[in-house]
């Protein structure tokens, strides 16, 4: 398993802007695929995006198709989440996670295939 942790949450206005960093432990960063995922009080986790072991497949969610990025750099161990044009319903906990993936086009939604998580950054957006 790799250890990840989340930052660059917090306060914004809507129609504001964030970057949410992962940073990511150990030597094999590039054998895993990436998602991001976020969780509203009350609501059940649910699939921001994701992106293949060498970025170049990426897969998001419609609720922010056109508003977020997800990118990696392997050589960083790093994998964000640029959120652009921040909604209210965007509010929640995000969080990073990993999975080991033997293909290197492999993009994964579903939250159980994913092996390794972060504890999330909170993210708020005001109206």
């Known amino acids: 398993q790799v250890q990840l942790v989340e930052s660059g949450g917090g306060l914004v206005q809507a129609g504001g802007s964030l970057r949410l960093s992962c940073a990511a432990s150990?030597?094999?960063?590039?054998?895993?695929?990436m998602g991001w995922f976020r969780q509203a009080p009350g609501r059940e986790r649910e699939f921001v995006a994701g992106i293949s072991r060498n970025g170049d497949r990426t897969y998001y969610a419609d609720t922010v198709k056109g508003r977020f990025t997800i990118s990696r750099d392997n050589a960083k161990n790093a994998v964000y989440l640029q959120m652009n044009s921040l909604k209210p319903e965007d509010t929640a906990d995000y969080f990073c996670?990993?999975?080991?993936?033997?293909?290197?086009?492999?993009?994964?939604?579903?939250?159980?295939?994913?092996?390794?998580w972060g504890q999330g950054t909170q993210v708020t957006v005001s109206s």
């Open positions: 150990g030597r094999t960063f590039s054998s895993y695929a």
């Open positions: 996670a990993a999975k080991p993936a033997a293909f290197y086009y492999s993009v994964y939604s579903h939250a159980p295939s994913y092996d390794s």
